[in-house]
């Protein structure tokens, strides 16, 4: 099964023999334009594709679409180039950690998920690549409820970083907290700094963030930096 896309975004499904080539007359046109897009769009640092790129079918009871069958969903996924064909998603999930998803030829096939060591709730994951062109950096809530949507766990960014495409990630670091205190109705305002996007400008990072769906906030950090923020462990001894 591949996971395919039209020029608008839509997300569809297709079945195709494991081994095959775009200029193979049997593949389904949707296929083709697809993989296009995924190299020329996707994989391109320069396109944001935003965080509705949904795989299809992911839904309770389809075999041929990226689903956990104990939290009924995988989706939200953010695609990144790791070079040389290769590239990665990660996805949301209800289980507690960012899920990995690889694939070593342009997107045509894909790898089965499986969780990272990034913990994080049902929220979308946040990646992109470092400066120094090798390193990923992956932010996220370093906290979960197990649950469906569970707004309070999305008070906190963290970061991660992977030298190694992602197989491994360093120690959690602490960026900032929503200090504000809950008083809208909707748990879904109070707590919300999620959905964060990155560009860096040499060392310089410039952070952007829909702080409680009410405004967006821009934070500056240069990128030797974040390997100076402090540890859980780090803080609790501050404390």
């Known amino acids: 099964m591949l996971a395919t896309i039209d020029g608008g975004g839509t997300s569809r499904s297709a079945n195709v023999p ?11 046109a949707s296929v083709v334009q697809s ?11 320069a396109y944001r594709p935003g965080y509705h790129f949904c795989p299809p079918d992911y839904t309770a ?3 041929n679409g990226w689903y956990l069958e104990e939290f009924e969903r995988l989706d939200e996924p953010r695609p990144i180039n790791l070079g040389g064909g290769k590239a990665m998603i990660l996805a949301r999930s209800c289980e507690g950690h960012l899920w990995e998803i ?3 030829d342009d997107g045509q096939t894909w790898s089965e998920p499986k969780p990272t060591a990034l ?6 994951p946040m990646l992109f690549h470092h400066p120094d062109g090798k390193t990923l950096v992956a932010f996220h809530h ?19 970083l992977s030298a190694d495409q992602g197989r491994t990630w360093s120690e959690s670091r602490f960026v900032f907290a929503n200090a504000l205190a809950p008083g809208r109705q909707s748990a879904w305002y109070n707590h919300q700094c999620s959905y964060m996007d990155m560009f860096a400008d040499g060392e310089d990072l410039h952070l952007f963030v829909p702080h409680r769906w009410k405004r967006a906030l821009h934070l500056h950090l ?3 930096d974040l390997k100076k923020l402090p540890t859980k462990a780090q803080l609790s001894i501050r404390q």
């Open 119 to 124: 913990v994080h709730p049902d929220a979308p």
């Open 35 to 45: 993989t296009r897009l995924f190299r020329e769009r996707l994989l391109s640092e």
């Open 61 to 63: 009871g389809d075999s």
């Open 18 to 28: 494991p081994k095959w080539s775009i200029s193979d007359p049997a593949v389904p």
């Open 102 to 104: 690889r694939s070593d």
């Open 142 to 160: 370093n906290s979960t409820s197990g649950s469906h949507f569970m707004h309070s766990d999305r008070s906190e960014i963290w970061v991660s």
């Open 222 to 224: 240069k990128a030797s």
